[in-house]
């Protein structure tokens, strides 16, 4: 459903972040990236949503290539992007819940006509996510600054797999959220891969990782330096890695 190949990425100082990253994700399948923040992940994330110019390499979606595409035009290929940032990246705040649930499907019918907004249909395509969703909201047409944090990821997370997409970049997806909210994001997470969905993990939690992943890819200096199963390592063996600490060093440690 996804492949990279040898993939480079600049961050916005214009040095290299991700250096050379292949990897695949297939449908059914959620493959989890294990990292400290600050490796690369964030540059990944952006290039394969369209958000961010790879300097070389390429991207191909469902057999597609994608490499350097407009954000609209991922889209349409069937990504979904669960940023790691639901206020700047996620979210129009001073929109109301209704106007950010269509957002990036808002051109085309049956929301808009033309030049005009289908506001009704809008209005109850957001009731029904509201409720699927379990969005704790006075009113739909209430602005998104008006929520809480874990009401505003259910906002995010509902409007982009709400859609049926064929893969989700899903980037921290449960920064900041209480025990409840956490648990309906990885349930609906699950769902999508049992539905067969591609699901790319990005993570800065360990546990989140090896909970919902059915691979495990570290990454340390914008480098996959290891691909596991989550039944055949150990917290401890990640740690190391995402450390930056290969396995001839860990033998040696032993």
């Known amino acids: 459903m996804l492949q990279i190949d040898d993939l480079v990425v600049k961050d916005n100082r214009g040095i290299e972040a991700v250096k050379g990253i292949s990897l695949q994700v297939c449908n059914g399948e959620i493959l989890g990236i294990a990292g400290v923040e600050g490796n690369g992940q964030t540059e ?30 991922v889209r349409d290929l069937g990504v979904a992007h669960i940023p790691e940032d639901r206020q700047a990246r996620g979210l129009i705040l001073g929109f109301t819940v209704a106007e950010n649930l ?25 009731k029904s996510l509201v409720s699927e969703y379990d ?24 409007r982009e797999l709400a859609p049926n ?21 990885h349930n609906t997470l699950i769902r999508m891969r049992e539905a067969g969905a591609a699901v790319l993990l990005v993570s800065a939690e360990l546990d989140e990782i090896r909970n919902l992943s059915d691979r495990i890819a570290v990454i340390y200096d914008g480098r996959i330096v290891a691909i596991k199963m989550p039944e055949e390592t150990t917290p401890e ?18």
């Open 44 to 73: 990944l994330v952006e290039a394969l949503a369209g958000l961010r110019k790879p300097s070389s390499g390429h991207i191909m979606v469902r057999q597609i290539d994608a490499t350097g595409m407009s954000p609209r035009r």
């Open 102 to 126: 269509v957002l990036g499907r808002h051109h085309k019918a049956p929301f808009a006509d033309g030049s005009m907004i289908a506001e009704d249909t809008i209005v109850d395509l957001a």
């Open 135 to 158: 969005i704790k909201v006075s009113e739909v047409r209430a602005t998104a600054d008006t929520l809480s944090g874990g009401n505003q990821q259910k906002l995010v997370v509902a």
């Open 165 to 185: 997409p064929d893969i989700v970049l899903a980037a921290q997806p449960t920064r900041g959220l209480d025990v409840g909210a956490t648990e309906f994001v």
């Open 237 to 254: 063996e990640l740690g190391l890695l995402m450390a930056g600490h290969g396995p001839d060093e860990m033998e040696v440690g032993a």
